[in-house]
T-cell receptor
Framework: SQQGEEDPQALSIQEGENATMNCSYK?????LQWYRQNSGRGLVHLIL?????REKHSGRLRVTLDTSKKSSSLLITASRAADTASYFC???????????FGAGTILRVKS | GAVVSQHPSWVICKSGTSVKIECRSL??????MFWYRQFPKQSLMLMAT?????????EQGVEKDKFLINHASLTLSTLTVTSAHPEDSSFYIC????????????FGPGTRLTVL
């Protein structure tokens, strides 16, 4: 079964607003990654946060990781219509040498 | 850098035929390649992991005789869907990693397979 669960499943916001997506996982991880996927396309790597990190920023993206709660959040600030996509978290498990993807959040940014 | 291509980008085939999908790392040597399947509005599910020169490791529930994976070189892996059926219709995505273990994976653009 999938390692990660994400919420919300779908999120619709106005351009300029912030979007927050959450991800929970079950087992110990080495790192957690966030990806974006536009409809019918491949994955774009957004950001990676290691298990010993708590927060990371990249442009308008802010990712937090709480290993005690086994959860992560992705914040997109000042959203744009071009941010409309599906967003997936993926955990690189401490043992297993593979990425396990969450269910994803479909984000729609209305202009 | 770190570009991964897939060919074809889409394919339509008749039930019972076999389809081969190629995954190439264009500017790096891929020690490990991964194959994922994604059904509409769902997440990516790992099908198998292949290390160059070794047999692929399949995830539980994935039929190795149906989904043949060959990773014969450091830049090419192929997935062959044998005797395809409509339920095999899906989006197949590969990724490649320059290191064993797949800490860092670069994803291909995906191949849409439709089986009639």
């Amino acid at each position: 079964s999938q390692q990660g669960e994400e919420d919300p499943q779908a999120l619709s916001i106005q351009e300029g607003e912030n979007a927050t997506m959450n991800c929970s996982y079950k087992t110990s991880i080495n790192n957690l990654q966030w990806y974006r996927q536009n409809s019918g396309r491949g994955l774009v790597h957004l950001i990676l946060i290691r298990s010993n990190e708590r927060e990371k920023h990249s442009g308008r993206l802010r990712v937090t990781l709480d290993t005690s709660k086994k959860s992560s959040s992705l914040l997109i600030t000042a959203s744009r219509a071009a941010d409309t996509a599906s967003y997936f978290c993926a955990t690189y498990m401490e043992y297993g040498n593979k990425l396990v993807f969450g269910a994803g959040t479909i984000l729609r940014v209305k202009s | 850098g770190a570009v991964v291509s897939q060919h074809p980008s889409w394919v339509i085939c008749k039930s019972g035929t076999s389809v081969k999908i190629e995954c190439r790392s264009l500017d790096f040597q891929a020690t490990t390649m991964f194959w994922y399947r994604q059904f509409p509005k769902q997440s990516l599910m790992l099908m198998a992991t292949s290390n160059e020169g070794s047999k692929a490791t399949y995830e539980q529930g994935v039929e190795k005789d149906k989904f043949l994976i060959n990773h014969a070189s450091l830049t090419l892996s192929t997935l062959t869907v044998t005797s395809a059926h409509p339920e095999d219709s899906s989006f197949y995505i590969c990724s490649a990693s320059p290191r064993r273990g797949g800490h860092e994976q670069f994803f291909g653009p995906g191949t849409r397979l439709t089986v009639l």
